[in-house]
T-cell receptor, first 114, second 114 residues
């Protein structure tokens, strides 16, 4: 049973570019949440997708957008990249939007913006 | 608003000795509290949670945490540390009945010396 998978593992972009990160949830899970973890910080909630809709959103600008597909996989898109967007981006899945406490995290995508 | 403080960036302990990783929180209403562990190049793994009931919560890998409402603390403990426990530990909180979005602390690096 595969856990949460994310791709790519690492990514280097330049300021102003756009990036798409991908996540496949744990088998049987239907809810995906995205987090940004800056160096030396704890994860910060970006948004959550359930039934292909954004259900909750943290304090992130509209440059951060997402999508969930019918197979429950998800994408995180970031436009007009800033240096401050450099971070580890974590995807987490759960069975239902109210089970975030026991959500399963993927290994993350490390994004470096130059 | 909700917040978490992990006052120690790093905790050092000898193998076989008891360990404590500290966490204090602030939240409106009753708290839901969680501990996660992050190994290098891995995502976060859920260790344990406090929702209600006994103040002493037992979790994975022999870890436990004690909820103290008067001190607004939720310290993580283990009676006998292992070298393999060396990792980054995150405390998180959310308000009961709230938005299900957890707030994470900055993390505490636990180093267990042989």
């Amino acid at each position: 049973d595969a856990g949460v998978t994310q791709s790519p593992t690492h990514l280097i972009k330049t300021r102003g570019q756009q990036v798409t990160l991908r996540c496949s949830p744990k088998s049987g899970h239907d809810t995906v949440s995205w987090y940004q973890q800056a160096l030396g910080q704890g994860p910060q909630f970006i948004f959550q997708y359930y039934e292909e809709e954004e259900r909750q959103r943290g304090n992130f600008p509209d440059r951060f957008s997402g999508h969930q597909f019918p197979n429950y996989s998800s994408e995180l898109n970031v436009n007009a990249l800033l240096l401050g967007d450099s971070a580890l981006y974590l995807c987490a899945s759960s069975l239902g939007p109210r089970e975030q406490e026991t959500q399963y995290f993927g290994p993350g995508t490390r994004l470096l913006v130059l | 608003a909700q917040s978490v403080a992990q006052p120690e960036d790093q905790v050092n302990v000898a193998e076989g000795n008891p360990l404590t990783v500290k966490c204090t929180y602030s939240v409106s209403g009753n708290p839901y509290l969680f501990w996660y562990v992050q190994y290098p190049n891995r995502g976060l793994q859920f260790l344990l949670k406090y929702i209600t009931g006994d103040n002493l919560v037992k979790g994975s890998y022999g870890f436990e945490a004690e909820f103290n409402k008067s001190q607004t603390s939720f310290h993580l403990k283990k009676p006998s540390a292992l070298v393999s426990d060396s990792a980054l530990y995150f405390c998180a909180v959310r308000a009961a009945g709230g938005s299900y979005i957890p707030t994470f602390g900055r993390g505490t690096s636990l180093i267990v010396h042989p």
